[in-house]
């Protein structure tokens, strides 16, 4: 079940590992756009607002649990790559007991401080009873999705991208069933669709657990393993802390965006919902990249192989760009097609500004390409950091864009909020690599 990247040809690696993630991702952001097209054509475009102008700070919040989660796996990876197998295990105990701590903390106060940030973004008032009933359950199933995530991760660190991808498919089947019983059958509203979703991430989260249990001893801890011990615990927080950091400080400049798409009114934030939720779905392949980065940097790290790294960034990145030029074609040809599934073909409007704001995203998948996969390999390496301050460059550029251009251009400026950002990023994380390299390098010798 597990796969060891430190040997064998780094395109083939690359490739093979990353196809599975996409074809997880890709379900995973399918079913997040059956919820935005049942919400869109069930319930209108007053919930579908509503639901979107959730967006960011759902990304903030859930965003910085993924990265911790994704932060937990590194060492695993960089000891599955040495061998330590016993050290392997005690890492593993570790991240039990801090996954439960985060899994706590973090429903306490996103559920106590939910509605207050909601008004303090300026929801619109016809929207924000729908949005504060959707997010609030997405928050209360925080423990569910930091059960997958971390389980996932584990999985992957091992080289095994398969497993969490199988459950993570039968997951979102449930969910789109959830979603037409919720809101079809049982009228719960917006809230049917976020209860969908949390009852799903319980089911893929058990899943993988009883896969674990039973097919991967690997991965299994004794009482011994169980023992929590500073160290560790230092070192796993010193990989997951900045990952979910990161995502968060890249949050904040989506919080400040939203917030001024807000001020354009109900019809412009339910463009951005529609145009997102294609925009997500045609880059998971570049989240994808970089999760394989991650693990392939950390295995390799760990097995002392540094002379591999680039090799497997040029393949990630190789294959990135051929996936990126095909998606633009796709999104230029098909793209207003595609937003008539989220709502009626009178809403002219909203189906214009969405398929402009996907064209322009689409234009620049290459940089955000090179964004997800230098940044992930370079946190692979152990150098999370480091690699955080890439938000800082995607949040400053969202972050001015909110607050200058979209109130002095409108609409339009918001559609180049996102490649700016990844430009600024990219270059930041160019230079990064090319230090962090020279210092490994260096002390391989």
Known sequence: MTKDMTSGSPMKHVLSFTIPLIFGNLFQQFYSMVDTIIVGRLLGTGPLAAVGSTGSINFFIIGFCLGICSGFSIPVAQRFGSKDFSDLKRFVGNIIWLSAAFSVLMTLLTVALCRPILEWMSTPADIINDAYSYIVVIFWGIPFIVFYNVLAGLLRAVGDSRTPVFFLVAASLLNIGLDFLLVLVIPM???????????????????????????MPLLHVGREDLKPRPRYMKRLCGMGLPMGLQTSITAVGNVILQTSVNGLG?????????????????????????????????????????ERIGKGLKAGMFIGSIYSVLALGITFFFGKSLVHLFVEGSQEVIINQAYQYMLVNALFFIPLTGVNAIRLLIQGMGYSKLAMFAGVFEMVARGVTGLVLVPAFGFIAACFASPIAWIMADFFLILAYRRVMRQVRRWGK
Do not use: E, H, R
């Open 266 to 306: 109900s019809v412009a934030v339910a463009s951005v919902t529609a145009a997102s939720k294609l925009s997500s779905f045609f880059s998971t392949a570049t989240d994808s990249l970089g999760v394989t980065m991650s693990t392939y940097a950390g295995q390799n790290i760990g097995a002392g192989k540094p």
């Open 189 to 215: 509203g917006v809230a049917g669709t976020a209860w969908a979703t949390v009852i799903s991430q319980a089911v893929s989260g058990l899943g993988c657990f009883l896969f674990i249990l039973k097919k």
